[in-house]
């Protein structure tokens, strides 16, 4: 059994996925296992992995036939992985040479510790800018930390003891964003998340595919309807399920503003029946009332008119340069 096994899920990632690997093999705690998966890519990125399995043992390479998008594709990393602890790792971003040496020595030294957060650094233009954290302290309540990722006070790349990923593995509602849904869920059954300062470097590029416009876009709004039935089925509080709910409402409008100005990134009648069951599915007498009193979210008077305000809202804002 390794300390730790890293997953890396691969699609056509050839331009940086080499830096990646070498981030792990730069590792000063060397026990460890990185189980890859090259998830149907088109591209050099199997052989860039091949290599790597090829030279060192640490390596695994699984191989999908059909591309089936990350969390489907690290849940089979998951049936093969033989660490104590789980990390993940994007095929464009990196580690420092001692991150996974902190996070471990994190979880060792402190067995109700679920998960180790480690210290998110954007990187552009080879400038690091520490991640915003609005989260105070350094050592949460799960319960704490699953509120605080709601709105990611508290931000979601961290290396977790095994047991949770054996209980909650990735979140396959979506293609996308559907991570999001698993890391709330190990926060909230952790006795406690303790941040460390092991870094996660994570490359700000837009190449990456949360940064498209794609129809991938919309399915974030399928990714909060999962979370906020979940909140339901873990029976959290209305204070709880009103935080989420304002965060639903805001992606709501941002993806259907984005829309509007970019029609090309999906399917006009499937993006309108998307926002429509969306819009019908929050819960509009959780939001606060300076949410609901403000330019372009109004939700009163129907979906209609909710479309109309949005529509106009982001012209607004587009033609005057806000």
Request: hydrophobic share 40%; net charge neutral; aromatic share 10%.
């Amino acid at each position: 059994m390794s300390r730790v096994t890293v997953l890396l899920a691969a699609y056509n990632a050839e331009k940086y996925l080499r830096e990646a690997l070498d981030s792990l093999l730069a590792q000063t705690m060397t026990d460890f296992q990185a189980v890859m998966i090259d998830d149907a890519s088109t591209d050099s990125t199997h052989d860039i992995l091949a290599s790597y399995a090829a030279a060192d043992s640490r390596f695994r390479l699984l191989t999908n036939t059909v591309n089936t998008g990350q969390a489907i594709a690290r849940n089979r990393g998951l049936q093969v992985s033989d660490g104590r602890y789980v990390a993940m790792l994007d095929a464009d971003d990196r580690f420092a040479p001692d991150t996974l040496e902190k996070a471990v020595a994190v979880l060792d030294r402190d067995p109700d510790a679920g998960v180790a957060v480690l210290d998110l650094r954007y990187v552009a233009d080879g400038v690091e800018t520490p991640y915003p954290m609005r989260a105070e302290g350094t050592v949460w309540s799960g319960q704490e930390a699953f509120e605080l990722s709601l709105d990611w006070s508290l931000h979601g790349l961290y290396v977790a003891r095994r047991e949770l990923y054996d209980r909650w593995s990735f979140d396959t509602s979506c293609r996308l964003y559907s991570d999001d849904n698993t890391t709330r869920l190990h926060y909230l059954h952790s006795g406690k998340v303790v941040l460390c300062d092991g870094k996660y470097l994570y490359r700000q590029h837009d190449e990456s595919m949360t940064g498209k416009l794609s129809p991938l876009r919309l399915e974030l709004l399928l990714a909060n309807k999962s979370m906020s039935d979940q909140l339901k089925i873990e029976k959290q509080s209305e204070r709880v399920l009103a935080k989420f709910e304002r965060e639903r409402w805001i992606n709501l409008t941002g993806v259907c503003g984005l829309w509007f100005e970019h029609r090309e990134i999906a399917e006009t009648t499937r993006a309108k029946a998307l926002f429509k069951m969306i819009f019908h599915d929050i819960d509009k007498r959780l939001l606060p009332i300076g949410l609901k009193m403000k330019p372009g979210y109004f939700p009163y008077l129907g979906f209609g008119f909710w479309m109309l305000q949005v529509k106009i809202y982001f012209f607004l804002r587009r033609h005057l340069g806000k």
